[in-house]
């Protein structure tokens, strides 16, 4: 008696699998606008108006007073992991794996196409408002290397979000794709509670970073789906 082939773990999508991304460009398009607009006018409210000043400048000193021993190296670990360059490597090493995984070239290509057109223009909005970083001498653990650029909103913060829009997006619906929502859900906050706990962003800078994320990711997923993967029916498969 012969036994059966185990059945293939596929947890990524192939390159021509429906999306319903495909089929919804101008609601995701508008879903991005408003995002995009949401996140400036809150940061032209926090930098032009005060707006939550007291509440930011409040959270991240008293979330700053954790940043210490275990905990201190931890979240700056993350913020030291999660730099531009490391970042880069991070994209690039996960695309090469789902390359390996689905031998589908499109289908990395995809995935680092999300991550990269969602995360870096949020250096221009971050060039755009300009808002300074906490002030160090209100800490009472300051970073060890405070950055010198501006706070609002978090390239870190818009990255992990970004690699969660894009994983989440290229997952096959069930098991893998509610794993991959929850496990970088759980891992945004993680990193989000870092960044505020380095004393390196205010609360509003790391919502506006998530917010950014998760309004542009979906658009650039459903270019994707329909430039690079082709996929535009509305039903997805199993």
Known sequence: MSIPPAPQVRPFVSDNSPSPLGRRLPAVTAVAVLGVVAVAALGLGVTRFGLLSGFDRGAS????????GGLGALTS?????????PAVIITAAIAIVILAITRRFRVALTFAVVVAVTWLPSAVMKFLIHR??????????????QPVDASFPSGHLV?????????????RR??????????????????????M????HYPTDVFASALWSVTVGPLVCALCARVI???????DVT
């Open 174 to 195: 069930g098991p893998w794709r509610a794993f991959a929502l929850i496990a970088g859900t759980i891992f945004s906050v993680l990193v989000a509670f870092a960044l």
């Open 132 to 145: 300074p970083r906490p002030d160090v001498t209100a800490l009472s653990h300051p970073f060890a290397h």
């Open 77 to 85: 670990g993350l913020y030291s992991v999660l730099s531009p360059i």
């Open 61 to 68: 000193q008293a979330l700053n007073t954790l940043h210490s």
């Open 229 to 235: 993967l082709h996929r535009s029916n509305p039903r």
């Open 197 to 200: 706990v380095d004393g390196v």
């Open 159 to 171: 990255f992990v979000v970004a690699v969660v829009v894009a994983s989440v997006f290229l997952a």
